[in-house]
């Protein structure tokens, strides 16, 4: 068993509620709501890849982070 420091393990379950929030909600809720499930997915990926735990999405992550498509989308 790993065992993470309080703050790490915070941070990486905040990014992760936060993704789970959005990509649960119905599209028929907000048309934004997709998009901002798969920017807050891609903010989550590197929260572990900035704590040093390298994940196999990284790369489609960082493409998403520099998109504006979802980095100066207007989501409600």
């Given at each position: 068993m790993i065992k993470l420091h309080?703050?790490?393990a915070e941070a990486i379950v905040d990014a992760f509620n936060d993704y789970g929030t959005w990509s649960n909600m119905d599209s028929t809720e907000s048309s934004g709501n997709?998009?901002?499930a798969?920017?807050?997915?891609a903010q989550a990926i590197?929260?572990?890849v900035?704590?040093?735990i390298p994940h196999f999405l990284e790369?489609?992550?960082v493409?998403?982070?520099e998109d504006t498509f979802y980095t100066e989308a207007d989501y409600k």
């Open positions: 309080p703050e790490t997709q998009a901002y798969i920017y807050r997915k590197m929260v572990l900035d704590l040093g790369d489609w992550a493409k998403v982070l």
